[in-house]
T-cell receptor
């Protein structure tokens, strides 16, 4: 089975721009979660989508949004980029069931100049 | 609120020796899952091992084992026979089961492990 894939792997943007990141989960996984990793704040949960619905949301401003398509692929969007948005964005997918593990993709490294 | 604490700033181990990475957690939920992930410099989070709060036995996965002490709220990772490729950042994480199928993981700050040849 192919793992979680994320595109692009690297991205450079300037302040004020917007960006869209993509995540394709493991085949059969319907849950997709997004995390932001920075040296200062560590790993923080952004949101989770399941069957095209946002099921849970972390404590991030409204500039961060996401969606999930019928094939379970997910995108996250950050509008009006700020320098502090520079981070590694990780996507994870999970099958159903309480004890199912989340598997992560390789991440997208975003640099905001 | 859930909290994961990893206080070891950095660990060094000689190749082929065993090492223990500490993790303590705090939660008021009776049902939860504990995870360990490895993150090499490439950035990808690699799943290592899972322990459920009601599991009677400590989890093991190859060279990885989890020393789960529920009363102490600790879930230490033990890596046996360390290899140079084990050099990475290691994260302990928790997911509560109380909210049903919620996938949110709460992570600790991580521990850097360096394996010396």
């Amino acid at each position: 089975k192919a793992g979680v894939t994320q595109t692009p792997r690297y991205l450079i943007k300037t302040r004020g721009q917007q960006v869209t990141l993509s995540c394709s989960p493991i085949s059969g996984h319907r849950s997709v979660s997004w995390y932001q990793q920075t040296p200062g704040q560590g790993l923080q949960f952004l949101f989770e989508y399941f069957s095209e619905t946002q099921r849970n949301k972390g404590n991030f401003p409204g500039r961060f949004s996401g969606r999930q398509f019928s094939n379970s692929r997910s995108e996250m969007n950050v509008s009006t980029l700020e320098l502090g948005d520079s981070a590694l964005y990780l996507c994870a997918s999970r099958s159903s069931g309480l004890q199912e593990t989340q598997y992560f993709g390789p991440g997208t490294r975003l640099l905001v100049l | 609120a859930q909290k994961i604490t990893q206080t070891q700033p950095g660990m060094f181990v000689q190749e082929k020796e065993a090492v223990t990475l500490d993790c303590t957690y705090d939660t008021s939920d009776p049902s939860y899952g504990l995870f360990w992930y490895k993150q090499p410099s490439s950035g990808e989070m690699i799943f290592l091992i899972y322990q459920g709060s009601y599991d009677q036995q400590n989890a093991t996965e190859g060279r990885y084992s989890l020393n789960f002490q529920k009363a102490r709220k600790s879930a230490n990772l033990v890596i046996s026979a360390s290899q140079l490729g084990d050099s990475a950042m290691y994260f302990c994480a928790m997911r509560d089961h109380y909210t049903g199928a919620n996938s949110k993981l709460t992570f600790g700050k991580g521990i850097t492990l360096s394996v010396r040849p």
